[in-house]
């Protein structure tokens, strides 16, 4: 069992950068893939990026180039570094793992969810 924490939220402008991270607890993250995924009001959860056990990454097309996922399996942390923000990034970001250490992007496939932190762009 893995304990997520995300933080880093808050509110930005349109070409700003912030940087979320997640912390987990319970067990080490060596050998889990780790995604970041993002819901915004009235939709659906939606991939964002995940990053295997190795250096396997992806992204969705919405924030390829923009944002990039990085894994410290010392700490034990997930951060996703957001530059360019548009304001249809504005969403509650969720990191999430799962117990395999190939990184995957649906929703069914992680296991372990995180609690969310808001992102708000303005324009």
């Known amino acids: 069992q893995v304990q997520l924490v995300a933080s880093g939220g808050g509110l930005a402008q349109t070409g700003d950068s912030l940087r979320l991270s997640c912390v987990a607890s319970g067990r080490t993250i060596s050998g889990y893939g780790m995604a970041w995924f993002r819901q915004a009001p009235g939709k659906e959860r939606m991939f964002v990026a995940a990053?295997?056990?190795?250096?396997?990454?992806y992204y969705s097309d919405d924030v390829r180039g923009r944002f990039t996922i990085y894994r410290d399996n010392a700490k034990n942390t997930v951060s996703l570094q957001m530059n360019s923000l548009k304001p249809e990034d504005t969403a509650v970001y969720f990191c999430?793992?799962?117990?395999?250490?190939?990184?995957?992007?649906?929703?069914?496939?992680?296991?372990?969810w995180g609690q969310g932190t808001q992102v708000t762009v303005s324009s």
């Open positions: 999430a793992a799962r117990t395999w250490p190939s990184a995957a992007q649906s929703r069914d496939d992680y296991d372990f």
């Open positions: 990053h295997s056990d190795g250096s396997i990454t």
